[in-house]
């Protein structure tokens, strides 16, 4: 939409939904996802390369130290770790959050709505969103079955890649030895990055029951929700 964006990420970033990822350009250098590239950076300061070039630049950061040297108009918290690992209302002149775990007027100005639903996307002027349920949302009615999940701790290792076609039983990889067999028939819409260190039950990969391939590999109605939500967060604020 013409704004200058900055994607701050962890060194071994936990994206499912790699195909649709900027994430991935920690591993490989650059990444695209319709059209739009980013770039891995090293320092604030390469930051107005990738910028001139309409790209987005994207710099290892955990602690999101970068905002106290460029000192953003707006921070987005899209961690999605359903709940606040540290961002506060003071980050920028504009702070919004994504899903449970924040407060509006306490913890930042807006929060979006992630839970699947009536309410999803919404930009929230007052409160919180809603709670974190701990059951997926579902796509055409499968819910937790559809979600793979670490069988133990250790460094995930993949048997198929985003894209293939599985039925029930299917083993699509494994932690340590113990293989992740999938519940359900479908296309892998998602599944993490080999080699990534992983703990026991978090979420590795999703199974589109619908068996539609190209979804794997363009942005979802729920990615597109709550970005939406917060581009209206961004022009109310400064919009006029």
Same mark, same amino acid.
């Given at each position: 939409?013409?704004?200058?964006?900055?994607?701050?990420?962890?060194?071994?970033?936990?994206?499912?939904?790699?195909?649709?990822?900027?994430?991935?350009?920690?591993?490989?250098?650059?990444?695209?996802?319709?059209?739009?590239?980013?770039?891995?950076?090293?320092?604030?300061?390469?930051?107005?390369?990738?910028?001139?070039?309409?790209?987005?630049?994207?710099?290892?950061?955990?602690?999101?130290?970068?905002?106290?040297?460029?000192?953003?108009?707006?921070?987005?918290?899209? $961690?999605?770790?359903?709940?606040?690992?540290?961002?506060?209302?003071?980050?920028?002149?504009?702070?919004?959050?994504? !899903?449970?775990?924040?407060?509006? !007027?306490?913890?930042?100005?807006?929060?979006?709505?992630?839970?699947? %639903?009536?309410?999803?996307?919404?930009?929230?002027?007052?409160?919180?969103?809603?709670?974190?349920?701990?059951?997926?949302?579902?796509?055409? !009615?499968?819910?937790?079955?559809?979600?793979?999940?670490?069988?133990?701790?250790?460094?995930?290792?993949?048997?198929?890649?985003?894209?293939?076609?599985?039925?029930?039983?299917?083993?699509? %990889?494994?932690?340590?030895?113990?293989?992740?067999?999938?519940? $359900?028939? !479908?296309?892998?819409?998602?599944? $993490?990055?080999?080699?990534?260190?992983?703990?026991?039950?978090?979420?590795?990969?999703?199974?589109?029951?619908? %068996?539609?391939?190209?979804?794997?590999?363009?942005?979802?109605?729920?990615?597109?929700?709550?970005?939406?939500?917060?581009?209206?967060?961004?022009?109310?604020?400064?919009?006029?």
């Amino acid at each position: 939409c013409g704004f200058r964006v900055l994607i701050t990420e962890i060194p071994e970033p936990l994206s499912v939904r790699r195909k649709v990822s900027f994430s991935e350009a920690v591993f490989d250098g650059s990444a695209e996802v319709e059209g739009v590239k980013a770039v891995l950076v090293d320092s604030p300061r390469e930051v107005s390369g990738p910028w001139e070039r309409g790209g987005i630049p994207v710099l290892v950061d955990p602690e999101c130290r970068t905002r106290e040297v460029l000192r953003p108009e707006v921070v987005v918290d899209a $961690i999605i770790a359903k709940r606040n690992l540290g961002t506060t209302i003071h980050d920028a002149p504009l702070v919004i959050a994504l !899903g449970p775990g924040f407060e509006v !007027g306490k913890d930042a100005h807006f929060v979006v709505e992630t839970n699947r %639903g009536h309410r999803l996307g919404r930009l929230l002027a007052s409160g919180s969103a809603e709670p974190n349920t701990g059951v997926p949302g579902p796509v055409k !009615g499968i819910t937790t079955d559809r979600v793979l999940r670490a069988p133990s701790d250790g460094v995930w290792e993949n048997s198929v890649d985003i894209g293939a076609m599985v039925k029930p039983g299917d083993q699509v %990889g494994a932690v340590a030895g113990k293989a992740a067999h999938a519940k $359900i028939g !479908g296309v892998i819409r998602g599944l $993490i990055r080999a080699g990534v260190r992983v703990t026991e039950g978090l979420k590795i990969g999703d199974i589109d029951p619908g %068996g539609n391939v190209t979804d794997c590999f363009t942005v979802s109605d729920k990615a597109l929700a709550i970005a939406g939500g917060v581009l209206e967060g961004i022009m109310r604020r400064y919009g006029r």
